[in-house]
């Protein structure tokens, strides 16, 4: 009874709407930090084509799993993740410019999907972006061949790696080369845990 008539009716309603109405609104979903953790733009042409080798790999550092409907990639590459794809809790997801080549070499059960296939991983380097649904950058990797970045993954074998999650994903010196020939795709990398963070 807003308006003290002893009725609760239509008016102490539109009083409401009135005072309260532009106020009243949901919270903002708020979105876990997921990381890039695996780049391999440059495959070693003992491996195959660029087209079927590329990939690009994302970690979720929470303890559980992540839906990844309405997030995407950009800039770099172009990926709309859908209702089906999901990360699952310390675990991975590879993103490949050809999954059929790629799925030789992950693991059975492997969380995957296939960017648009006209685009490749630029093999002097560029910024891959990762979107959250709130379209807010979540992520941001900007790789290099050169300028501290080290140069084994630029076509002599190996992915470039991040080293750590207690790194910063977008420094240079949080990232190295794989030890495996064509990178660790869904799966923990090589060089993972082996750093020292502060």
Do not use: K
């Amino acid at each position: 009874d807003l308006n003290e008539d002893l009725a609760v009716d239509l008016h102490d309603l539109l009083m409401l709407l009135i005072h309260y109405g532009d106020s009243c609104s949901g919270e903002a979903a708020i979105y876990p930090t997921l990381h890039i953790s695996e780049i391999h733009y440059n495959p070693n042409s003992g491996q195959g084509n660029d087209s079927d080798w590329e990939f690009l790999e994302l970690y979720n550092p929470m303890d559980v799993p992540v839906p990844l409907d309405g997030w995407r990639l950009s800039n770099a590459v172009t990926y709309q993740f859908d209702a089906d794809d999901t990360i699952p809790a310390y675990g991975f997801f590879a993103v490949a410019r050809n999954l059929d080549s790629l799925v030789l070499m992950m693991p059975d059960g492997a969380h995957s999907a296939q960017w648009n296939s006209g685009e490749s991983l630029n093999n002097t380097g560029e910024t891959i972006e990762l979107w959250s649904p709130d379209d807010i950058i979540n992520q941001s990797v900007a790789y290099e061949d050169n300028d501290g970045w080290v140069a084994q993954p630029d076509g002599q074998g190996p992915s470039l790696e991040w080293i750590d999650p207690g790194l910063d994903n977008g420094a240079v010196d949080s990232w190295t080369y794989s030890l495996v020939f064509g990178g660790t795709p869904g799966v923990a990398n090589s060089m993972w845990g082996l750093s020292d963070p502060e």
